[in-house]
């Protein structure tokens, strides 16, 4: 019977283990596609599934969260920044940017923070293309070395115009050591309740 607890035990903790310390993930929110002027901008790339497999036309950035499909990405522009970022979690390992495999060769910076509010921080650059078909190509970004702990925002800024859909082809993003983002502690949800008892009072007492 105690074997049995024990065992339990053991696979409630290994499932609460996997849920906070993931191997990796990809981002799942979209939050802002801007030109260079810093103007909400349209995104040219393809939707594999199209009419024809290669045709560039306006596509929604946000089909670059999740895991990258081969055929399908969002094209930056020179100067061009798109910001996507991981729901509940942070990555403390590395970041990976998947591009397509025979793209033009175009340069994106990479950038990273914790937080909406936190400054960016430079994380390296990456190149696209080099390889065969409409794939995907992974470059990966370790974050040791750059001051940050942890990232939950990705921005990706487009260095250049070439190629057939003019610009970075980005088709995923990828983060490594992933931990879920930390809570409020009990105390400080006490300390909340506190002061809503107080607001709610001054509230009675002004009535």
């Known amino acids: 019977m105690n074997i049995l607890k024990n065992t339990a035990a053991v696979v409630v903790l290994a499932s609460l283990f996997s ?3 993931a191997v990796n993930a990809y981002v799942d929110q979209f939050i802002s596609f801007k030109d260079g002027s810093g103007n909400n901008a349209t995104a040219l790339g393809n939707v594999s599934g199209s009419s024809a497999f290669y045709t560039v036309g306006a596509v929604n950035p946000a089909l670059v ?3 990258p499909v081969a055929g399908e990405w ?7 920044e798109a910001v996507y970022g991981f729901s509940n979690q942070q990555a403390t390992g590395s970041l990976g940017i998947y591009s397509v495999a025979n793209g033009a060769h175009e340069v994106a910076s990479i950038f990273g923070r914790l937080g909406s509010t936190a400054s960016w921080t430079f994380i390296g650059k990456v190149t696209e293309g080099g390889g ?7 470059a990966s970004l370790s974050l040791v070395g750059t001051g940050l702990s942890a ?13 057939g859909s003019p610009g970075f082809d980005l088709m995923g993003i990828r983060g490594t050591g992933m931990v879920a983002a930390p809570v409020p502690e009990p105390e400080t949800y006490a300390l909340m309740g506190l002061g809503l008892v107080a607001l709610m009072a001054r ?5």
């Not at 969002?74 to 061009?80: E, F, G, I, N």
């Open 65 to 67: 969260t999740g895991a």
């Open 132 to 138: 065969v078909g409409l794939g995907t190509q992974l």
């Open 74 to 80: 969002a094209s930056l522009p020179q100067a061009y």
């Open 19 to 21: 849920q906070a310390y």
């Open 151 to 163: 990232v939950n925002q990705v921005m990706v800024r487009s260095q250049g115009s070439a190629g």
């Open 203 to 207: 509230r009675r007492k002004r009535v």
